[in-house]
C-alpha cells in the first residue's frame, strides 16, 4: 500500500530517533538564546545602568534592550522548533506501532505482507463436501478478499477476515503517518525567521501565529498532560516530577497555560509570562479596536515596567499571569511570593481592567505597599491580582453584575485558587499571608472566602474601601478572631452607599428614602453588599484612615477619598503605614479607630 510515496516498509524502518536528535540541537540554540538574553538583561543592562550616564550610556541601553529582543524571539522560535520535531515523532512513532503489532500478527499467523500492503494467507479449514482445505488468498485494504464466491455449500476460509484486518491496520497507520508528515511539513515551512535585525511587533505578532500552530499540533504531545485540573499542589508536584528537556518544550509553546497555571513556581511563572507577554503584544498589534486598543496600552506598559531600572529599595517584579480573556488578566508580584515570608494579595474593584491605569496605579498600589512591607520585614511581598472581570463603570448589563455580585463569585473562586498555588509554591514552613480587597474587590476577597475552608493559606484579612463582602460577621471571613481588618475613609462614599432595602424602600419614598431607610435600619451598618464593615455589628479591627477630601467642594466633586488608602506620600501616610504593618505580620502595632 502506498500513500503519497510513503510505503509500510518506510514507516517501519524509519529512525525516528534522527528526528528527536534535530529537536535537541534546536533546543539546545534555544537555550542559548536564553541564556543570552538573561546575561544581558541581569548583568549588562543592570551593570550599565549602575555605573554610566550621558546620552552615550542611554544609547547603549536602547541597543542591548534590542538584542535582548532580538535573542528572546530567537528563543521562541528556536524552541517551537524543537517542540515541532519532537511532536512529529512522537506522532509518527504511534503509527510505526500500530504497524509493527499489524505486522507481528501476519507473522504469527504465517501471512504475507506484500509491498503494496496486500496480505496473502494460506488454504484452511475443511469444505463441506469434499472435506479439502479451503483455498488461501489475498485481502488488500479498500477491496474484497482475493476468493471464490462461495455457494451455500461452501464455508468461508476462516483466514480471510484476519488477513483483511491485518491489511486495514496497516494502510490506516500508512495513511495516517502520510497526514502527519504532509500536516508537519507545512508547519516547519513556516516555522522562518523574517528577514532583517530587528523585531518588530510584527515580527512578533507572526511568532504568535507560529504559536498558536505549534500548540495545536502539539497538543497529544504536551497539552493533554498540563493538569489544568488538578489541585496546586498536585500542579507543583507534576512540575517538579518533569524532566529539564519537558519544562524547557512547556516554556517555549505554551508560555500562557505555563505561566497562568496556580501551583507553579514563581520564577518559571514570570519567565513563561515574559514570553507569553511579548506574544499578546503580537497578537493585539495593528487591531483597531477598544477592547485590543486599550489591552496593548496597558501590556506595553507592564513591558516597559519589567525592562525598567530598578531604584534603591524597589523590589523585583515578577509577573505571575497575564491574559486578554474578557476585560485583560494581570498579576503582578513586587518580591518573590515563594521565598518570602510576608506575601500579601490585593484585589482591586470597581472599573479595573488591564489598560493603562491599571498598569501605572494599581500596580504602583502594590509596589508602594511591598515597599512599605519590607521595610519592616525584608522577607515580604505584594502583589496585584487581576485575575477577574471586575465590573466596569454602571452601563447595561455591568450594573447587573455589580448589583448581583456575581463577578465577584466567580471572581472569588479564581482568587481562591490563586491563594491555593501560593501555599503550594512557597518555601517557607509557615508563610504569613494576607488577603486585600479594595472597593469592589473586598466583595470579590469576601466571595473566596466561603470557598471551602476558606481562602488557602490566608491569616490576615484587609478590607479598604468597602461596599460589603457578602457576609455579616467578621468571623465568617474563616479566619481567627481580630485577624479581619478595616479601613473606611470618613468621606469615602463608597463606604456608605445605601442597602439593598433602603433602595426598595427609596423607590417608594422618593426624596425621603435615605430617612427611611435609617428608620428601619437603626444600626445604620448595613451596605450594598452586607453588613458595613466598618460598623461594630460587624466585629472587626478598624484602623485609621485619613478622612480624605470631600464628595462636593468649592474645587468641584471628588472621589479621591476612595483611593488614597494605599499612598505612601502626605495624602493619607496612617492607612498606607497600617496596610503595611498588617502585611508584615505587626497588626499589634496599628493605629485604630472607632467603628461606625
Known sequence: MKSSGLTWAVLRDLKCGELEGAADGWGEASNRADAARDRIEQQLLNGLRDTQQGDAATAAVARLRSLSRNFQYVYTECGLLRTTLNSLAHELKAQQRVLADALDDAVALKFTVRADGAVTYPAAG?????????????????????????????????????????????????RAAAEIDWRYAGILRRLKAEEGLKVPDSTWKDA????????DAARAYLRNAIPQDASPAERHAWWAGLTQEQREEYLAVYPDRIGNLDGIPAVVRDAANRDNLQLLIGKLEGRDDERSVTQLAGLREIDRQLGAALRPGDPPMFLLGVGDAGNGRAIVSYGNPDTA?????????????????????????????????????????????????????????????????????????????????????????????????????SRTVGAATQQGDGIPGVDDIILVGSPGVGVDRAEDLGVARGHVFVGAAENDVVTKVPSRQQVALGAAAGPFAY???????????????????????????????????????PRGVSIDAHSQYFDRGDVDPVSADNIALIAAGKSHKIKVEEPR
Open 126 to 174: 475443511d469444505g463441506l463436501i469434499d472435506g479439502r482445505p479451503l483455498p488461501g488468498g489475498t485481502a488488500s485494504s479498500g477491496g474484497l478478499p482475493g476468493l471464490q464466491a462461495p455457494s451455500g455449500l461452501v464455508a468461508p476460509n476462516p483466514d480471510a477476515a484476519r488477513a483483511q484486518d491485518i491489511a486495514d491496520r496497516v494502510a490506516g497507520a500508512v
Open 208 to 215: 504568535a501565529g507560529d504559536a498558536a500552530v505549534v500548540r
Open 341 to 441: 515570608k510576608n506575601v500579601s494579595a490585593y484585589v482591586p474593584g470597581l472599573n479595573t481592567s488591564l489598560d493603562e491605569d491599571f498598569a501605572k496605579n494599581d500596580l504602583k498600589r502594590a509596589n508602594d505597599t511591598a515597599i512599605s512591607t519590607r521595610d519592616i520585614d525584608s522577607s515580604s511581598a505584594t502583589i496585584a491580582w487581576l485575575g477577574y472581570d471586575a465590573p466596569q463603570m454602571p452601563d447595561g448589563m455591568e450594573t447587573l453584575a455589580i448589583m448581583s455580585g456575581e463577578r465577584a463569585e466567580g471572581g472569588g473562586r479564581s482568587f481562591s485558587g490563586f491563594m491555593g498555588g501560593l501555599v503550594a509554591s512557597n518555601e517557607n514552613d509557615d508563610p504569613h499571608m494576607v488577603a486585600i480587597g479594595h472597593s469592589y474587590g
Open 515 to 553: 430617612v427611611v431607610g435609617d428608620i428601619v435600619d437603626q444600626g445604620d451598618d448595613d451596605l450594598w453588599f452586607g453588613k458595613d464593615p466598618a460598623s461594630e455589628a460587624f466585629g472587626a479591627t478598624r484602623f485609621k484612615s485619613d478622612e480624605g477630601p470631600h464628595l462636593v467642594s
